[in-house]
Protein backbone atom coordinates (compact mmCIF):
# COMPACT_ATOMS: atom_id res chain seq x y z
CA UNK A 1 0.00 0.00 0.00
CA UNK A 2 0.62 3.44 -0.19
CA UNK A 3 0.67 6.21 2.80
CA UNK A 4 1.19 9.10 3.25
CA UNK A 5 4.01 11.24 4.57
CA UNK A 6 2.67 13.15 7.97
CA UNK A 7 1.43 16.14 7.63
CA UNK A 8 0.65 15.31 3.88
CA UNK A 9 -2.52 15.37 1.61
CA UNK A 10 -5.09 12.65 1.08
CA UNK A 11 -5.28 11.75 -2.64
CA UNK A 12 -8.87 12.58 -2.52
CA UNK A 13 -8.24 16.09 -1.00
CA UNK A 14 -5.17 16.67 -3.60
CA UNK A 15 -7.43 15.78 -6.86
CA UNK A 16 -10.26 18.20 -5.88
CA UNK A 17 -7.82 21.06 -5.37
CA UNK A 18 -6.65 20.35 -8.78
CA UNK A 19 -9.56 20.09 -9.89
CA UNK A 20 -10.32 23.88 -9.21
CA UNK A 21 -6.88 25.32 -10.32
CA UNK A 22 -5.18 25.33 -6.72
CA UNK A 23 -1.65 24.75 -6.95
CA UNK A 24 -0.68 21.45 -5.31
CA UNK A 25 2.81 20.28 -4.55
CA UNK A 26 3.82 17.01 -5.76
CA UNK A 27 4.06 15.02 -2.96
CA UNK A 28 5.56 11.33 -3.10
CA UNK A 29 3.54 8.92 -1.16
CA UNK A 30 5.25 5.71 0.61
CA UNK A 31 5.60 2.37 -0.09
CA UNK A 32 4.86 0.06 2.49
CA UNK A 33 5.67 -3.77 2.22
CA UNK A 34 4.19 -6.55 3.76
CA UNK A 35 7.34 -7.99 4.21
CA UNK A 36 6.04 -12.01 4.96
CA UNK A 37 4.34 -11.91 1.06
CA UNK A 38 5.62 -14.22 -1.13
CA UNK A 39 6.30 -11.73 -4.01
CA UNK A 40 8.55 -9.46 -1.24
CA UNK A 41 10.63 -12.69 -0.01
CA UNK A 42 11.34 -13.39 -3.98
CA UNK A 43 12.50 -9.69 -4.75
CA UNK A 44 14.37 -10.00 -1.27
CA UNK A 45 15.84 -13.09 -2.25
CA UNK A 46 16.67 -11.99 -6.47
CA UNK A 47 18.53 -8.89 -4.54
CA UNK A 48 20.53 -10.53 -2.25
CA UNK A 49 21.58 -12.91 -4.89
CA UNK A 50 22.36 -10.24 -8.00
CA UNK A 51 22.07 -7.29 -6.23
CA UNK A 52 20.13 -3.78 -7.68
CA UNK A 53 20.31 -5.17 -11.36
CA UNK A 54 18.11 -3.45 -13.81
CA UNK A 55 15.66 -5.82 -14.01
CA UNK A 56 15.49 -5.46 -10.29
CA UNK A 57 14.69 -2.07 -10.51
CA UNK A 58 12.19 -2.52 -13.04
CA UNK A 59 10.13 -5.02 -11.14
CA UNK A 60 10.10 -2.37 -8.19
CA UNK A 61 9.07 0.61 -9.87
CA UNK A 62 6.51 -1.85 -11.34
CA UNK A 63 5.17 -2.82 -8.02
CA UNK A 64 4.84 0.99 -6.52
CA UNK A 65 3.36 2.17 -9.99
CA UNK A 66 0.58 -0.79 -9.44
CA UNK A 67 0.09 0.79 -5.78
CA UNK A 68 -0.62 4.25 -7.60
CA UNK A 69 -2.93 2.52 -9.63
CA UNK A 70 -4.88 1.27 -7.03
CA UNK A 71 -4.74 4.03 -4.80
CA UNK A 72 -6.74 6.15 -7.78
CA UNK A 73 -3.40 7.72 -8.88
CA UNK A 74 -2.26 7.92 -12.13
CA UNK A 75 0.88 6.56 -13.05
CA UNK A 76 3.53 9.07 -14.93
CA UNK A 77 4.09 7.08 -18.22
CA UNK A 78 1.19 4.73 -18.73
CA UNK A 79 2.98 3.14 -22.22
CA UNK A 80 6.13 2.51 -20.02
CA UNK A 81 4.54 0.74 -17.26
CA UNK A 82 2.05 -1.55 -19.65
CA UNK A 83 5.83 -2.49 -21.54
CA UNK A 84 7.86 -3.43 -18.02
CA UNK A 85 4.11 -5.26 -17.24
CA UNK A 86 4.18 -6.99 -21.02
CA UNK A 87 7.84 -7.82 -20.13
CA UNK A 88 7.13 -9.50 -16.96
CA UNK A 89 3.86 -11.33 -18.81
CA UNK A 90 6.42 -12.92 -21.07
CA UNK A 91 9.13 -13.97 -18.78
CA UNK A 92 6.58 -15.86 -16.50
CA UNK A 93 5.03 -17.28 -19.22
CA UNK A 94 8.40 -18.94 -20.48
CA UNK A 95 9.06 -19.90 -17.40
CA UNK A 96 5.84 -21.92 -16.86
Same mark, same amino acid.
Given at each position: VLVIPEGGLSTQLEKMLRATGAAVPDMK?? $?E $???EHALVE? /??HRHDKDGKT? #??VSWIETL???ALLVEGSG *? #??INRFARRV? /? /?L? *? #?ASQS
Open positions: RI $L $LNCQ /LRD #AWYEQ *V #ADT /L /LE *V #A
